[in-house]
Structure formats: C-alpha cells, structure tokens
C-alpha cells in the first residue's frame, strides 16, 4: 500500500524563515496564501494588477507584481491558470528565481509536457491538493483539510522533499493525508480523472439522463431533481463511506436496480473509450492540442462553451437554484448583486 503521510510525519522548520511566495490569486491561490499565513509563514502574493491583485489586497497581501513577489523569495509556487504559466515563467518568473530556492506546482501539466523547463540550481517539486481550491481554504478553516499528492522533479538542496511536505502541511492537506507521487503519475491521473469521471463523464452523464427523461415528455424541474440536484446527496454518502455506504442508505430497489442497469450504462465499450482518452493523455495529444487551443484564443473552446451554456438544463437549474435559498448559488448570488 502507498504510504499517506500526516501532520506527525512533517518538519516544518524546512520552511521556517522561508519567504513564500504565491503566484496567482484565483481558486488555488487565495487558499495556499491565507493557509500558509494562517500557519504562522511569509507569505507574499504576485500578480498583474486587476481583480484578482485587488481581493488579495482586501485579504491584506501587499500588491506585489509577479516579478516583485519572485525576487528574493525561497518558495516560489505558481498558481497561474496553466495555459498562462509559460509565458509569466519566461518574462517575470525565470529572470528573477533565485538560485537554490524552489520553483512549485499544483499541477505536473507544464513541467510534464516541457513547457516551462526550469534552470538547473532550483529544487522542483509538486503539492497538488485533490480537491478545489475554494475547499482547500474552507476545511483548513474547519480544521480539517484536503487531501494533496507531493512530488519531487529536482532536488538541488537536498531537502526539497521535506520541503514540498512541510509546504503540504501548511495548507492543511496533512491534516487529510498526504501521498507522494512523479509529475508523470500526478498529471496523468489528473486529466484522466477529470475528463473521464469527475467533470467530462459526470457532466455527460447528467445530461444524458436529464435528455432522456425530459425526451419522453417527463417535467425539465423533475428531470434535473433527479439526475443533477441528488447527485450531491449521493456522493455525500460515497464521500463518507464509500460506496458500501451510499448502497446501504439507499432502498433496496435502488441497489437492485444499480447492479442491474448501471452496468448496462456505462460498460465495457465505455472503459474501451476511457481507455482511448488516457492514451491521448499519455501521447500527449491531448496536451498538444490543448496548447494548440490556446495558441488560436480558443475557436472550439468558446464554441462549446456557448453551446453547453445553452442547454434546456442550464436554465431550469437557475430557476430551481433561485427558490432553493440554502443552496449557495454563485452565479445566482452574482446576477442578485448586479455583478
Ligand atoms: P485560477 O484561474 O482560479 O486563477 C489564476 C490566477 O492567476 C488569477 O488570480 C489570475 O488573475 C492570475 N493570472 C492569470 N493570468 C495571469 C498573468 N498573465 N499574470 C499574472 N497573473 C495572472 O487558477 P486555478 O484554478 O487556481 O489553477 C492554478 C493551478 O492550480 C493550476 O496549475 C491548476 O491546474 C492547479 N489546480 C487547480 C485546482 C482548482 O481547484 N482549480 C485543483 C488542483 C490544482
Ligand atoms: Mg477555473
Ligand atoms: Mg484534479
Ligand atoms: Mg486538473
Ligand atoms: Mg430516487
Ligand atoms: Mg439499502
């Protein structure tokens, strides 16, 4: 079994002293600059000026610009969207590393497929939390936390796995466990996860139930109670205790029903297909034509977005959400106070 470690297992003086500096302020990186500050380091914040600069001077970040928040720092952790960090790297990022710091990640994606190739006197290496970053801040401030993986790329110093740990540590993901990892591996099953199950396949499959019903002529509000609303409270009880958990709180018809037609669902030709999508992941023809993507300012991407963004489940689910006041709506909340 892999070994987890928890908040026994940490050095924390590695990073004592240490000057932090996070770059980005959005989902990750509002999380890992109030957790680390909350944990007792320097931590200071780089950005470009604009909103994300402004919410992280409310939380009382000084306005650094990135090149400003790199120089001298010891930790540099870029928390930039992934298809920007090449760019920031080579202007604002590389000029002013400092030898023998350490340049960080929360996810392989650049390193892995060598669109950021870091100099060779600075330790690498990799905290992904296993979780969204608005979490990560939420259950630090519950005194829980998410869990993350960490991993080692270039060890300069020595002590960069201790480091990466004691980095784990400081945003609460030792508290959950941490595993360690290769950027390969954490990449990898980060892109696979997300497309094939957590957001692609979930996605797919939610609209594919809400369709089916709403096709055979049954109400669109009970259609998305049905295949989007529960899904919540059925992956609570997975969430807490596996899926022995959610089959046990469930009826029996819906156990039985499960065995027999889950299968009938998503089968064999379904993980033939998952198997395709983790061999564009590990050929990297994924990532290529990701890149490609951006490089062209996203024709397919804002296409599909629009297209989604229009279907029937999108606005029943508004409507829903809107009389559902214990369900914190982000998009409702900022339609409400006009932003
Ligand atoms: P995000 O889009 O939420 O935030 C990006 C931040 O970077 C924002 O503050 C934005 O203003 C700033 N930014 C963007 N372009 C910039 C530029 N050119 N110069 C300066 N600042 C710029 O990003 P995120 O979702 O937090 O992702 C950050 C990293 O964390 C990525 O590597 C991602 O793969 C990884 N990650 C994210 C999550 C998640 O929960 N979203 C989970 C695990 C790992
Ligand atoms: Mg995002
Ligand atoms: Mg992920
Ligand atoms: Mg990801
Ligand atoms: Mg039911
Ligand atoms: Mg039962």
Redesign the pocket.
């Known amino acids: 079994m892999a070994k987890v470690l928890y908040e026994n297992d940490i050095q924390k003086e590695v990073l004592q002293n240490k000057k932090i500096a996070i ?7 509002h999380a890992h600059a109030k957790n680390l500050r909350d944990s007792g380091y320097d931590v200071v914040v780089g ?2 000026p ?3 600069q402004q919410k992280a001077q409310e939380d009382g970040f000084a306005p650094y610009t ?1 090149a400003e928040a790199v120089s001298g720092a010891d930790v540099v952790m ?5 298809e ?2 090449p ?2 790297y080579e202007d604002s990022i590389k000029p002013n590393l400092k030898a023998g710091s350490a340049l960080a ?3 392989g ?1 650049n390193i892995h497929f060598t669109q950021v190739v870091p100099p060779e006197n600075v330790d690498v290496f990799l905290v ?2 296993k ?3 608005h979490l990560v801040r939420r259950t630090y401030e519950e005194g829980a936390g998410v869990p993350a993986l960490y991993g080692v790329y270039q060890d300069v110093t020595g002590t960069t796995k201790e480091l990466a740990l004691a980095y784990a540590d400081g945003i609460g993901a030792a508290r959950a466990g941490v595993l360690e990892t290769t950027f390969q591996e954490e990449t990898e099953t980060d892109l696979f996860g997300e497309q094939a199950v957590l957001c692609g396949g979930l996605t797919s499959l939610v609209k594919a139930g809400f369709e089916t019903l709403t096709e055979a002529g049954y109400q669109p509000e009970v259609a998305y109670f049905e295949c989007l609303h529960e899904m919540k409270l059925i992956v609570d009880l997975m969430y807490e205790g596996g899926m022995e958990n959610m089959r046990y709180s469930i009826s029996d018809t819906a156990q039985w029903g499960d065995f027999v037609s889950g299968p009938r669902v998503i089968n064999g030709e379904t993980k033939e297909r998952m198997k395709e999508v983790l061999d564009d992941i590990q050929t990297g023809k994924f990532a290529k034509g990701w890149i490609l993507e951006n490089q062209a300012n996203r024709p397919q991407f804002n296409a599909i977005n629009a297209k989604e963004t229009a279907h029937p489940i999108t606005k029943v689910g508004q409507e829903l959400r809107a009389l559902m006041p214990f369900v914190n709506d982000p998009i409702n909340k900022k339609e409400k106070e006009g932003k």
Do not use: C, T
């Open positions: 770059i980005g302020y959005g989902s990750q990186g950005l470009r604009g909103k994300s990135v870029v928390l930039l969207p992934d920007s960090q760019k920031v990640f929360a996810h994606f992904a939390p979780g969204p970053g």
